[in-house]
T-cell receptor
């Protein structure tokens, strides 16, 4: 059964610093998603990565996918307080767009002034 | 375009009761998935519907059921509620040719 693991689970960092969240998954998948969740809120889609070597960037966040290593990273550049949230990666379970996502545990990011 | 809507947003029930949650997908989206989020288990897939048919199901007991109507709106039902069913229930919709699932605001269920 597909398993998705994120690390770290909690990250406290200073504004202006860089850091990376890692997402490992256990079986082959060609779709990986990153979501953001603010406390008490729903999930906001950040990135969809569809192929090996895919890299997407939005503002201070950049996501990449290595399907051979079954690894995705979410890199945070020069963190600001507004990035404080919980970040989830999720993997589609099938060979294609099945609509069934398996989520990682989430990484709670706290950015301190 | 309006986003995914869920009703009700909050619900309090007692053990043994049943509950029905509703989800209206983004216009034109025919796939609706349901997820349960709890502090202990995280986000877990419940089921996915497409064109009124359940296509995928997660590892939940039969007390959890769902359906989808011809207008793509979906409902999920939980019968014989247990304390452990207290959770945030999220639905997500997508265009099957699309790349991502869009999540609704969720229904927060508290079972007493």
């Amino acid at each position: 059964e597909l398993k998705v693991e994120q690390n770290p689970l909690f990250l406290s960092m200073q504004e202006g610093k860089n850091y990376t969240i890692y997402c490992n998954y256990s079986t082959t998948s060609d779709r990986l998603y990153w979501y953001r969740q603010d406390p008490g809120k729903s999930l906001e889609s950040l990135f969809v990565l569809l192929s090996n070597g895919a890299v997407k960037q939005e503002g201070r966040l950049m996501a990449s996918l290595d399907t051979k290593a079954r690894l995705s990273t979410l890199h945070i550049t020069a963190a600001v307080h507004d990035l404080s949230a919980t970040y989830f990666c999720a993997v589609d379970t099938g060979s294609g767009n099945t609509g069934k996502l398996i989520f990682g545990q989430g990484t709670t990011l706290q950015v301190k002034p | 375009k309006a986003g995914v809507t869920q009703t009700p947003r909050y619900l309090i029930k007692t053990r043994g009761q049943q509950v029905t949650l509703s989800c209206s997908p983004i216009s034109g989206h025919r796939s609706v998935s349901w997820y349960q989020q709890t502090p202990g288990q995280g986000l877990q897939f419940l089921f996915e519907y497409f064109s009124e048919t359940q296509r995928n199901k997660g590892n939940f007991p039969g007390r959890f059921s769902g359906r989808q109507f011809s207008n793509s709106r979906s409902e999920m039902n939980v019968s014989t509620l247990e304390l452990g069913d207290s959770a945030l229930y999220l639905c997500a919709s997508r265009n099957v040719r699309g790349e991502t699932q869009y999540f609704g605001p969720g229904t927060r269920l508290l079972v007493l």
